[in-house]
């Protein structure tokens, strides 16, 4: 079997125009604390972990990478061959970010940079407040799908959990969580990053909290159908969205069917209704790299 070179979906770094109001939001708004300041990168987490979220300062908002944390020593041995092979362009022979431990950055579909690593340093336990668990999952609509959807379950190993109509969207999963990364077409850009949080109440209290800032929510709380998880989303002031999310469906059978929906079926993304908002899929930012142009 193609087992997942990927154990854990890491972390999310990101550039912004607005770094400080983006971690203002990250903060007051998510719950994330800030875990270390280095130079205009600022590192936060919501966990002991010492950062699942990058903020760095820029003129412009892009992804400037996505971090994902091998399965282990010898799955990180394997993504390095693999992904060569693949004909991925290596950048550097370790992770950008120094205490990540062993791992190396590449150029993957899309002009997305990717860096696979083991053992991310933990930071102090977090005092005790409102924010999420953890980071879950990322969304990209990209440019390419069918490369992508290649790249992450032909290379790296991701199962497919479900799938919209005929490859309209992947939902791809590298460990018991139905997605670690979500894929549709569109335009190469990351249209949001997500959050567990641990029940419906805290997504509530997230959209208090968006209230009484006078920042609007964009969606939810909603029902999904692909993935069962509750959710709602807020657009950030860097040019993402944010998702927090609950009840995420858990898969433990590797041999577990992938499940198919009609795009016409609505309930793919509301089971609890037929409202999705028609400027959600205007959000989004490109590779940095692309975002320059280069
Ligand atoms: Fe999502």
Redesign the pocket.
Known sequence: MNRCLIGQMGHVALRSSDAQASIDVATRMLGLRVTGEDAGTTFLSANRNHHELIYIEDDRNGVDRFGLVAADEDALDEARHRVAQAGFPIVADEPIEAGLGRGFTFVGPDGFVFEIYLDMPQSVEPALGFGPDRYG?I?LHAADIVGMRDFLVGVLGFMVSDVIGDGELYFLRCNAEH?GI?LGKGRGVMH?H?WQAQSIVELGKLNDRLDAARRRALWGPVRHGA?H?I?TYFAEPGGSVV?L?TDMEHIYDPHRPANTWPTEDGRWYNRWGVYIPAEFRDYGIPPITVARGL
């Open positions: 999952h969304n997605h979500a949001h997500a993935g998880n959710a998702e999310y």
